[in-house]
C-alpha cells in the first residue's frame, strides 16, 4: 500500500522559497503549473536560462575568431553587399605572422585606443549590497572580477585597434586592410558597431550599461556584459543580397589567411586541383600583399602536394604558372618540378616568365639553360664523332670497307636532319638564312649559340653563363625587349631548340622494344637506302648493313645516357609520365639555388 504525502502549509511556503532559489524565472505563486509538469519543467528551466548557445545571443567566447577576453585587434571585412567577416584577434600574434601588422601598430603608424579604466573594485559596493540584498556574492564576483581583469592586462595602458576593409575610389584600387578609429566608417552599407563596443561613448556609460545588463539576468556571461559585444543584440539585421563569387573569394582568402596565422587548416578544395590552384593563388596574393608569405606558403604547398601525381600532370601542361605558384610559396618540390619544365622548351613562354616572375628567378632559368646548352654541345660533338672499325680495329672508310662506311654516313645524315633546328620565318630576310645556314654547316643550333655567347670571353661554364645573363640583361633592360616582343607586327616566336634537340636525343636514348625496334633508322629505311645503288641491293649485304647501324645505335644510345636522366617526380611516382614528353628533362637544382635561400624569415 502506498500512502500518499500532503503537503502542509508551512511545508508549501518552503517548497515555493526554495523554487524561487533555484528556478530563475518561475513566480512562487504558480503552483499549478508546477503540479502540471512538476519535475521536467523545472530542469527546462534550468537548462534553458543556462545556455544559449545556438541563440541569437550566442558569442564564442576567447575562440577563433572572436576572443572576446583577451583580443586587441579588431577587424572587419565587408564587401559591397553587405556580406562581413569580423575577427577580434591577438597583435603579438598578427605581428609574428605579418609584416603589415608590424608596421602598421608600431609607434610611428599606430592608431591604436586606450581602454578607458575601470572603476575601483571597491567603489559604491554598499549601495549594490543593499539593491541586490546579497552582499556576499556580489563581493565574490567583484573580487574575481579584479583577478581576471589584472590577469589578461584590462585597465589602464591596454591599447587596442581597429581595421576595415577600404575598397579605394577607382575600379584599379586593391582593397587594402586601413586602420580606423572607432567613430570612422569605411561608408558601406552596414552598421558600425564594433567588438569593443560603441567606441563613441564615455566610460561611465559603458560601464552603466554593463551593470545594468549584469543586474536584469544573472545567466549572462561576465566576460560578455563587461566586453559590451554587440553580436548579443536581439535585433535581426535586414535580408541582404547574396555575395558575388569574387566577394565569397575574397571572404574566403581573408578567412583562410587568419586561419593559418592561427594555425587552424585553410578551407581549400582537396579534390579538383584546378579549383584548388585557383584558391592557393588567391591566398598566396593575398599573403604577398600583407607579407606573410612566409607563414601561409608552407600550408600551401602541404595543401597541394597531397594531390601527388595529378599535381605533377597539371605542372607539366602549364608550367609557367606554377613556377610563380612554387616561387610564391617557397615549395622546392613545385618549383623545381615546374622548372625543369621551363628550362626543356626555352624559349617558350620567356615573355610570361619575365613579367610575372623576379629577375633572379630569370638569371636561374638562364643559368640552367647554358649548363643544359653546354651539356647538349659535348654529346653533339661526340655523336658526329662516331665511327665504327674494321676487324683489325681500322676505322672504316671507303677503301676498307664501303659497306660499313655507307652505314656511318646514313647515321650522321640522320642525325643531321634531326639536330638542324626549324627553318626561320622568312619575316627576318637573309639574317634568318644566314643564321640558318651557319647552324646547317656547324650542325647544331646549340654549337653555334655557344659560340656566339664565348665570342667575347671566357668559354668554360661559369663565364659562359655569365656573359649570356648580362647580354640577355642588355637585350631586356628597361623594358626594350618586351616592348618589340609586344609590337603586333613582330614574327611569332621560333621554336624552341632545346626542344627539338630534346626530341632526337630522346629517341637516341629510347632502348628498343620487345621486337628489336627503336623508331629510326629500321628495316624498311635501310632497304630503300641500298636500293639507291642496285648493285650492293643483296640480302646479305642487307643484312650486315643493319647489323651495323644497330652498333651504331647502341653505341649512341651509351652516349646520350647523360640527357635521358630526368629530376621530374612525374617519373619517380611509377606512371613514367616524363618519358612521353619532347624536351629534354635533366635539369637539377640544388639547395642554394632556389632563389629565396638568401631571405631572412622572422
Known sequence: MVSQYTPSAGDGQQLALRGAASVVGVPSTSHHRRDRDDTYSSSRARRYNRSHAGGSSFAPQNEFPIFSNTGDVEIIVRVPSGHENRYLLHRHILTRCSGFFEASTSSEWSRAQQIPELPAPGAGR?????????????????????????????????????????????????????????????????????????????????HSSSRHSHRKSNSHSFFRSVANLTLSATHHAPALPPPTPEEQDLLRDYDNLFRIMYNYPPVLDGVNIADAYVQCKSLLTLADQYDA????????????????????????????????????????????????????????????????????????????????????????ARLFRLTLTTRTGEKVTPATSYIDWLAVSLFRQWLAENTTPPPVPSAVGGSGRSSAAGVNGNGSRAREQSRTRGRGGSTSSSGGSSHGRSSRARQHGSGGGDRNGEDSDSPPPPVSPLATLGRTYRLLGQPPDKSGRDGFL?????????????????????????????????????????LMGSGLELDMCGQGGGAGLGYLTCTTLRERELPWKGDEYR
Not at 327 to 356: C, D, T
Not at 358 to 364: A, G, L, N
Open 126 to 206: 554598499e549601495s549594490r549590497e543593499s539593491e541586490r540584498g546579497n552582499g556576499d556574492e556580489l563581493a565574490r564576483v567583484e573580487e574575481h572580477k579584479e583577478s581576471v581583469f589584472g590577469a589578461v592586462g584590462f585597465g589602464q595602458g591596454k591599447k587596442r585597434w581597429r581595421y576595415e576593409l577600404d575598397w579605394g575610389s577607382g575600379q584599379n584600387d586593391v582593397p587594402m586592410l586601413v586602420q580606423k578609429d572607432p567613430g570612422e566608417s569605411s561608408g558601406l552599407p552596414a552598421t558600425n558597431n564594433s567588438l569593443f563596443g560603441d567606441g563613441r561613448g564615455s566610460s561611465s556609460a559603458q
Open 293 to 380: 608569405l612566409s607563414v601561409v606558403g608552407p600550408r600551401v604547398d602541404h595543401h597541394l602536394l597531397q594531390f601527388q601525381s595529378r599535381l605533377w600532370k597539371q605542372i607539366a601542361k602549364y608550367p609557367i604558372s606554377y613556377l610563380r605558384l612554387g616561387y610564391m610559396a617557397r615549395s622546392k618540390v613545385i618549383f623545381q618540378e615546374a622548372l625543369i619544365h621551363v628550362v626543356g622548351q626555352w624559349p617558350a613562354g620567356e615573355r610570361s616568365i619575365r613579367a610575372a616572375l623576379p629577375e633572379s628567378v630569370v638569371d636561374i632559368i638562364e643559368d640552367k639553360v647554358d649548363e643544359l646548352e653546354e651539356t647538349v654541345s659535348r654529346i653533339e
Open 522 to 562: 629500321g628495316h624498311d629505311e635501310c632497304k630503300r637506302f641500298l636500293k639507291l645503288t642496285p648493285e650492293l641491293y643483296t640480302r646479305d649485304n642487307l643484312r650486315k648493313f643493319e647489323k651495323r647501324i644497330e652498333e651504331l645505335k647502341a653505341m649512341a644510345r651509351e652516349i646520350v645516357r647523360p
